[in-house]
């Protein structure tokens, strides 16, 4: 099926371990993202990539690497968890980098809890 | 400093109309969306408005004054399932996209 997943949904790992999400989209969608969504907070974004090999920092990357050797795929690893990285992360996908009206997909979300 | 502003919870009755109202202030200017977001799923499209004026697409509407920095999302013949969260976001001139945190709209019956 076409879309956007994915892995895992939910995580819970203890203050410094490295945790890698997993971002998959099945459109050869140019662009990816990476966002976390706190309450209170309107979506950050942590990292995006506009092709293959080629990422670049948002507003919130620190703590953070990416990674994008393939279109489909686009994997985010923080190296050292903090209790301050708890979250919900979402990854999500567009066509275009929005010029025109091209809209993100998401994918259903990553639960990360650090303890 | 770039920001959006938008009501953190409304209510309205099943049936009615509700108007969700958000204010940019961005660099720039490349067009405003709409997201729904039901509680704990991935945020999904309703709207993109570049040019003043109002979109319609079935129950929902989205209206947009450059010239006012605001855009309103309007939901007609209200059901349970428009309870849901929804996010303004706007597109600044290096086509970032400034999120609002969110109008949480809870339908009563």
């Known amino acids: 099926d076409a879309g956007i997943t994915q892995s895992p949904r939910y995580k819970i790992t203890e203050t410094g371990r490295q945790v890698t999400l997993m971002c998959h989209q099945t459109?050869?969608?140019?662009?990816m993202f990476w966002y976390r969504q706190d309450l209170g907070h309107g979506l950050r974004l942590i990292y995006y990539?506009?092709?293959?090999?080629?990422?670049d920092k948002g507003e919130v990357p620190d703590g953070y690497v990416v990674s994008r050797s393939k279109t489909e795929n686009f994997p985010l690893t923080l190296e050292s968890a903090t209790r301050s990285q708890t979250s919900v992360y979402f990854c999500?996908?567009?066509?275009?980098?929005?010029?025109?009206?091209?809209?993100?997909?998401f994918g259903n979300g990553t639960r990360l809890t650090v303890t | 400093g770039q920001n959006i502003d938008q009501p953190t919870e409304m209510t309205a009755t099943e049936g009615a109309i509700v108007q969700i109202n958000c204010t940019y202030q961005?660099?720039?200017?490349?067009?405003l969306f709409w997201y729904q977001q039901h509680a704990g799923e991935a945020p999904t499209f309703l709207s993109y408005n570049v040019l003043d004026g109002l979109e319609e697409k079935g129950r929902f509407s989205s209206f947009l004054s450059r010239s006012k920095g605001y855009s309103y999302l309007l939901l007609k013949e209200l059901q349970m399932k428009d309870s849901a969260s929804y996010l303004c976001?706007?597109?600044?001139?290096?086509?970032?996209?400034?999120w609002g945190a969110g109008t949480k709209l809870i339908i009563k019956p």
């Open positions: 459109w050869s969608h140019s662009y």
């Open positions: 961005t660099s720039g200017f490349n067009g």
């Open positions: 976001a706007a597109m600044d001139s290096n086509y970032q996209l400034i």
């Open positions: 999500a996908s567009s066509e275009l980098r929005q010029g025109g009206g091209s809209p993100l997909h």
């Open positions: 990539s506009a092709a293959a090999d080629i990422t």
